[in-house]
Nanobody
Framework: QVQLVESGGGLVQPGGSLSLSCKASGIGFKINAMGWYRQAPGKQRELVAVINSGGTTNYADSVKGRFTISIDNAKNTVYLQMNSLKPEDMAVYFC??????????????WGQGTQVTVSS
């Protein structure tokens, strides 16, 4: 079982910054990619940003230029730096990781979610 533990989030004023982190833990696995998704009330979960172990990134158009995703492969940890936050960024942010266990089976795990509130 690959478990993801998120930290960060909270309340910030519009224009402010927040940083999220997510660490994957378990035994015998290799991560191929990690990412962040978000879900606002009444809306579907959507991609925010993903990064693979080689450092290739992909961002939602709505966050390009404001958010930065990074990964520390040695620590199995992904980070999301969020700048110039807008009220529409307010959502529960979920971490995701996909990869393969040493036994050869693939996994796709989700974190429990962390709330990001953007409000004055």
């Amino acid at each position: 079982q690959v478990q993801l533990v998120e930290s960060g989030g909270g309340l910030v004023q519009p224009g402010g910054s927040l940083s999220l982190s997510c660490k994957a833990s378990g035994i015998g696995f290799k991560i191929n990619a990690m990412g962040w998704y978000r879900q606002a009330p009444g809306k579907q979960r959507e991609l925010v940003a993903v990064i693979n172990s080689g450092g290739t990134t992909n961002y939602a158009d709505s966050v390009k230029g404001r958010f930065t995703i990074s990964i520390d492969n040695a620590k199995n940890t992904v980070y999301l730096q969020m700048n110039s936050l807008k009220p529409e960024d307010m959502a529960v942010y979920f971490c995701n990781a996909e990869g393969r266990r040493w036994g050869g089976t693939d996994f796709n795990s989700w974190g429990q979610g962390t709330q990001v509130t953007v409000s004055s």
